[in-house]
C-alpha cells in the first residue's frame, strides 16, 4: 500500500497521468493504476521503469529502514510489538487523519532517534514516558 501511495504522489507531484507514466514506463496503463491502488506484485524491473519515468530511483533496502535512520535498538523493536505502542499510535493516527501503520513508522523512527544520542538501551518504561510525550506534542499542536 506503501509503495501506491508514493506511485501516485509523485506522480500527482509532476502533474503527470498514469497513461503518461504507464507509456514512458513501457508498461500497461491498468497495471499501473493497478500498483498505485495497492494492487499487485510488481517485478523490480517494473519498478525500476516506473522510477526512471517518474524522474527518480529505484531504491531497496531490505531492513525496512531509510538509508541514515537510526537502527532501533532491541528493546524498542520489542515496544513497538506490544499492545501499548500499537493502541497509542492508533489513536494518534486517527487523530491526524494518518493511516496507522505510516504512524507507527514515523513514531517508531522518531524513538529510535531519541536513543541513538543516549548511547545506551532503555527500558519499557522509559519507551513508554517517550511515546507519551510524543503522542501528546504531536496530539496536540502549538496553539490549540
Known sequence: ?????????????????????????????????????????PTVSALDRLAEALGTRLVITLD?????????????????????????AGTLAQSLGEDDTAVRAKLAGALAAVAVPLGRDLGEGDWQRLLDALVLILGCPAGE
Open 1 to 41: 500500500m506503501e509503495l501506491g501511495r508514493r506511485l501516485r504522489a509523485r506522480r500527482a507531484a509532476l502533474g503527470r497521468t498514469v497513461a503518461s507514466v504507464a507509456a514512458d514506463a513501457a508498461l500497461s496503463v491498468p497495471y499501473v493504476a493497478n500498483l498505485e491502488n495497492g494492487r499487485g506484485n
Open 64 to 88: 525496512g529502514t531509510e538509508p541514515g535512520a537510526p537502527v532501533p535498538p532491541p528493546s524498542l523493536v520489542e515496544f513497538t510489538r506490544g499492545r501499548r505502542f500499537r493502541r497509542a
